[in-house]
T-cell receptor, first 114, second 117 residues
Framework: DAGVIQSPRHEVTEMGQEVTLRCKPISGHNSLFWYRQTMMRGLELLIYFNNNVPIDDSGMPEDRFSAKMPNASFSTLKIQPSEPRDSAVYFC????????????FGPGTRLTVL | AQTVTQSQPEMSVQEAETVTLSCTYD???????LFWYKQPPSRQMILVIR??????QNATENRFSVNFQKAAKSFSLKISDSQLGDAAMYFCAYRSISNFGNEKLTFGTGTRLTIIP
């Protein structure tokens, strides 16, 4: 069974450009999470969805960041315009919402903004 | 708000020996989940072990076990018979279950484990 799929794995862009990160959760999982990992701030939750509805977006840094989940099998995280301080690894994770509550992580997207 | 503290930025252990990674957390809740995740150089986050706070018995998964001290808010990970493949960053994480629907994981800053052949 495929795990969480993220694309692209690596993204290099210039400051001011729009960046779109994509995630496909594990089939049957109804919760989806976007995390950002940096050396300075560690792993932090940006936003999470339950049944395609945003539940907690308190971690979204500013209006330049937006996330959508149009259906149960796809989510995007968009940064517009991008800035060098957005450089990080962005992880998508999903969970079933059952009592086990484990989150399964994708391989991450390493974003570099020049 | 909950916080998770890992006070050991780096640890090393001889292959086949045992090592313990420390984690403490701060919460006012009585029920919650705790996790240890492993992040090897591939950067994939892999769940190692989980513990429900209402369970007194410490969780074990093969060579991995935890020492859960609820009163002390301590959740250490013990790795027995260390193997080269155990080399990774290890993150402790907390998840509330009292706030129904909020599945947010709060992570510690991580401990980098090196295995010495």
């Amino acid at each position: 069974d495929a795990g969480v799929i993220q694309s692209p794995r690596h993204e290099v862009t210039e400051m001011g450009q729009e960046v779109t990160l994509r995630c496909k959760p594990i089939s049957g999982h109804n919760s989806l999470f976007w995390y950002r990992q940096t050396m300075m701030r560690g792993l932090e939750l940006l936003i999470y969805f339950n049944n395609n509805v945003p539940i907690d977006d308190s971690g979204m840094p500013e209006d330049r960041f937006s996330a959508k989940m149009p259906n149960a099998s796809f989510s995007t995280l968009k940064i517009q315009p991008s800035e060098p301080r957005d450089s990080a690894v962005y992880f998508c994770a999903s969970s079933t919402g059952t009592t086990r509550r484990e989150q399964f992580f994708g391989p991450g997207t390493r974003l570099t903004v020049l | 708000a909950q916080t998770v503290t890992q006070s050991q930025p780096e640890m090393s252990v001889q292959e086949a020996e045992t090592v313990t990674l420390s984690c403490t957390y701060d919460t006012s809740e009585s029920d919650y989940y705790l996790f240890w995740y492993k992040q090897p150089p591939s950067r994939q986050m892999i769940l190692v072990i989980r513990q429900e706070a209402y369970k007194q018995q410490n969780a074990t998964e093969n060579r991995f076990s935890v020492n859960f001290q609820k009163a002390a808010k301590s959740f250490s990970l013990k790795i027995s018979d260390s193997q080269l493949g155990d080399a990774a960053m290890y993150f402790c994480a907390y998840r509330s279950i009292s706030n129904f629907g909020n599945e947010k994981l709060t992570f510690g800053t991580g401990t980098r484990l090196t295995i010495i052949p």
